[in-house]
């Protein structure tokens, strides 16, 4: 049977004059047209003005709702009757649309004086996005007040849906659901269709402003089965912050045995919060543990707690602290200005609560805690800082370590000139003037070298000639520091100064040519640099060393004037370092395919200054560097296609033809949630280790390549995921820590399972079980890996990262 012709008609008088116009304007164009197609167009028609755009406000996501401002609104219908102003009846096919609010139903009947609308038959209305359908609907259009019988409805901000024997509109924000369902796994087309997860209950009621459901009598059944019982909960619709219990979280681990956490989130204000979260160990106790985070434009923090009264296998009080903060100080005086302030408070209760709590000391190893307090000020070319450094050492008497020296205070200055003038020597010089006074303590149980006040300065000029084709840089640095011991040293002397002159000259060029391999075009580059170090000898044998160590050699590095880092030792050089890189580089994009490098050190006098251990007492005699030739350094990265990359640095011994230092690592990454690395570092004697990382979907072995859900939501079976980092040591012949895990994604539930084991000392490992389940949109229940996932495996990507809030349009209809 064929539709009936359909009728339009426009409630407002204004609107519906337009409407006229429009069809008026309308006719005449097509009429126009219709001449014009069959009228040749003339060759010198005079050039029309282009056209302006400009913003509308036709399309906004949201819709005023200010009197005056509401609208029109339109009916459609195949039959349309009734009397102006009073009451509209629209039949079959019947549409009313007013706003964001869509109306769809068999008959609507419109009572204009009370805004009354009684609708019958298949009934769908859509209100900004949020969409309900039933057979009977009951409104006060401009007031959303009324009632829905037996309707199913669908949330636009997070894909929630249900069904209820009745909901009760308060308002376009607020109603009541009776008898409800919740999920937001997707329909689909088949009859015995249900959902992987669902909450039912006697009455739930909808916030849509505070974006939360609260549900009275609720029960949340996880395919099919009943797991959890509520009296009353609430749940987000969407990731807006809101106070309440969180969803509790369950472990199993070989230290604490069985956990699980019960945590409660404070939604304090919109840049602060706090939760406290009560943890019961079967093997240990309760831990209280909390957490407050703050934001202010001028400031930022957050602040640990942990206390455990009397932890049972260890028969004492455990308790630990970290706070983190980042700002600055207004201190309102004139030409003063603003004070940055940097904390990071760390401390714990005894020296095995790192082995006991790795997670809450941040890092699995970390036995050196900071308590560092830092004041900087600066203006213009000036800037200084006061300090204070305390260490916490947690001390193993398997393996303990020596600590580094508390600075208690350190008060630094610095005034820096880049390309200025000098004083009688013109323009382009880079020039700065460094100040540091520091006091240093340690426990002297544990360090065999006395406290000592030690101030320091640096002076150095430098002028670059920059081209095209190269640089040249001469460098000229004058080193100067003063020690005060508390106790004399073994020479007998209470203070000691020193006086160091540092002159260098860095140079290089740069060579271009257009190259063709494998296809492809490139830029080729070729770039030799020499840097040639001169610093006369001076006898440091008899200092302390409170901070200085040596440094590392590589690319980094090899083009530096001193061979340590630190204040303490200033390393005497007569050498040149050369090195060679070549480049291929996208002539389009300049992105860099291929880098391939090479430097060596050539010793042209033996280096004397040497390094003792931090914290211990010079070496009589210690023996100098005479190579004259140093390792070779050789390092490659290729990034031919986007999906691979190669990165390598090797340290290459040339006289007894070994790798002192070797890192290798190859990722393949080909899309979302698809990556696999690996690497493999050496250290010559040391260790010898072998690091493999991956996250890929399972499906993809068997042929099943289809949508991956994360990406967005998704429909029909699920998908399986792999996720896991292993680290395997070649010399040990054991593996040292590994992470394992599986998830699986079925579009509304992700569950995972982790297995994680942590090397603690060379004796002793930790073995977590974690499990979880996430109900999406709704909470998640267990242990969450996620955090263990993000750390642990190489470009690790959440299966649901937040997106962007959908637009009302795409549910329009």
Known sequence: ?????????????????????????????????????????????????????????????????????????????????????????????????????????????????DDQLKTRGNVRINNAGNRFEGPELELKLDRFEGFFTTPSYRFLTNGGNGQASRVDFIDDKHFTAHRATYTTCERDNEASWQPAWQLTADRVDFDLDEEVGVASGAVVRFKQVPFLAFPKV?????????????????????????????????????????????TVMTKRGVDLAGEFRYLDPAYKGQLNANVMPGDKLRGRDRWSYSLQHLGAIDTGISGIGALGLNLNLNRVSDNDYWRDFPVATGQVTQRLLTQDATLAWNRGYFSSSLRALKWQTLQDVNSPIIPPYDRLPQLTAAYTRVDAPLAGLGSGFDWSLQGDYTRFSADRSLTRQPDANRAFSRLQVSHPWLAPWGYITPKVQLHATSYQFDAPLANGQTSASRVVPTFSLDAGVQFERDASLFGRSFTQTLEPRAFYVRTPFRDQSYLPNYDSGVNSFNFATVFTENAFVGNDRISDA?????????????????????????????????????????????????????????????????????????????????????????????????????????????????????????????????????????????????????????????????????????????????????LQRSQNSTAASNTRLLFQLEMV?????????????????????YLRDKISPPSRFTTYD
């Open 234 to 278: 609430s749940f987000p619709l969407s990731d807006k912050r809101k106070s309440g219990l969180l969803p509790p979280t369950l472990g199993l681990g070989s230290l604490n045995g069985f956990e699980i956490k019960q945590p409660y989130y404070f939604d304090i204000a919109p840049n602060r919060d706090a939760t406290f979260s009560p």
């Open 574 to 754: 007569n050498l040149l370092t050369l090195g060679l890189t070549s480049r291929l580089l996208d002539p389009a994009t300049g992105v860099e395919a291929v880098r391939l490098g090479v430097a060596q050190r050539l010793r042209f006098e033996n280096q004397q200054v040497s390094l003792p251990p931090l914290g211990t007492l010079p070496v009589p005699g210690a023996l100098p560097v005479t190579d004259r030739v140093s390792d070779l350094l050789v390092g490659a990265s290729v990034n031919w296609v986007p999906q691979w990359s190669f990165d390598s640095t090797v340290q290459y011994n040339p006289k007894i033809k070994q790798s002192e230092l070797a890192s290798i690592g190859l990722r393949y990454n080909p899309g979302n949630y698809r990556t696999v690395s690996a690497a493999f570092r050496r250290q010559r004697g040391i260790s010898e280790q072998v690091d493999v990382g991956w996250q890929w979907p399972l499906n993809d072995l068997w042929g099943d390549k289809g949508k991956d859900l994360g990406a967005g939501r998704g429909q029909g079976g699920g998908r399986y995921y792999s996720v896991g980092r292993l680290n395997y040591s070649t010399l040990d012949k054991k593996l040292v820590d590994a992470v394992v895990g599986l998830e699986y994604d079925g579009c509304c539930w992700i569950g995972r399972v982790v």
């Open 1 to 113: 049977m064929r539709r009936a012709s359909r009728s339009f008609f426009l409630l407002s008088p204004v609107a519906l004059a337009v409407a006229r116009l429009a069809a008026c304007a309308a006719l005449s164009l097509s009429a126009a047209a219709a001449v014009q197609a069959q009228t040749p167009v003339k060759a010198e028609a005079a050039p029309s003005a282009p056209l302006a755009l400009k913003s509308s406000p036709l399309l906004a996501e949201g819709v005023s709702k200010a009197p005056g401002e509401e609208g029109p609104t339109f009916v459609f219908g195949d039959r349309v009757s009734g009397r102006p102003d009073l009451e509209t009846v629209i039949e079959g096919n019947a549409e009313l649309r007013r706003g964001a609010t869509s109306l769809r139903a068999d008959r609507i009947e419109y009572d204009q004086p």
């Open 777 to 797: 949109g709704f909470s998640r229940i267990g242990s969450s890996p996620l955090e263990t996932l993000k750390t642990n495996v190489p470009r690790y990507e």
